[in-house]
């Protein structure tokens, strides 16, 4: 079966950039997480969603970040402008059920340079 | 949902079991204790969860005491693939305001398998 991908699972980029982020949850979940992952505050969650409708977004740092999931099937997470303090991993998650285990991606490792 | 407490590090030899710990004094009655997995440069992997009764599955055995105040995840022949950094986390089984629900993930205890 496959899980949750996503991608690109490394970027780099000047500050200032665009930077869009991608995943594609274990098809029927519906439920999908976005977390962050750094050395100073370890694994957070940013936002998730229920049946493709944003639920709690109180984890996004600011109006920079936004995150959207047009279809079942897929998300993105949109950083805009990108700064260096944005340098973290970025998983995905998804899920059945809210009660039932969460399965994650491999991440993408955000570099802002 | 209630807090836990890991020691930071442990190490174990190849080939024996596994016995990583998990104080959470403050757990309440219909939270229950999740334990997930992170291998360098993975995604977190879950790997047990139960409520009040021991719990076994392909991968690992969950002790709980019967208080509910501290578990116990037990590897019962750690390979060197087990290393890994393992997060106990305790929530309800349901969303609410706040953190109530989420996975929130600590510091956890981090597992050096030794050949």
């Known amino acids: 079966d496959a899980g949750v991908i996503q991608s690109p699972r490394h970027e780099v980029t000047e500050m200032g950039q665009e930077v869009t982020l991608r995943c594609k949850p274990i098809?029927?979940?519906?439920?999908l997480f976005w977390y962050r992952q750094t050395m100073m505050r370890g694994l957070e969650l940013l936002i998730y969603?229920?049946?493709?409708?944003?639920?709690?977004d109180s984890g996004m740092p600011e109006d920079r970040f936004s995150a959207k999931m047009p279809n079942a099937s897929f998300s993105t997470l949109k950083i805009q402008p990108s700064e260096p303090r944005d340098s973290a991993v970025y998983f995905c998650?998804?899920?059945?059920?809210?009660?039932?285990?969460?399965?994650f991606g491999d991440g993408t490792r955000l570099s802002i340079l | 949902d209630a807090k836990t407490t890991q020691p930071p590090s442990m190490d174990c030899a190849e080939g024996r079991a596994a016995n990583l710990p998990c104080n959470h004094s403050t757990i309440s009655g219909n939270e229950y204790v999740y334990w997930y997995r992170q291998i360098h440069s993975q995604g977190p992997q879950y790997i047990i969860h139960?409520?009040?009764n021991n719990e076994t599955n392909e991968m690992a055995s969950l002790i709980i005491t019967e208080d509910r105040k501290s578990s116990t995840l037990i590897l019962p022949h750690a390979t060197l693939r087990d290393t890994a950094v393992y997060y106990c986390i305790v929530r309800v089984a349901f969303g609410g305001s706040g953190n109530t629900g989420k996975l929130i993930f600590g510091q956890g205890t981090t597992l050096q398998v030794k050949p």
């Open positions: 139960g409520l009040k």
């Open positions: 998650a998804s899920t059945l059920q809210w009660n039932q285990p969460q399965h």
């Open positions: 098809s029927g979940h519906d439920y």
């Open positions: 969603f229920n049946n493709n409708v944003p639920i709690d």
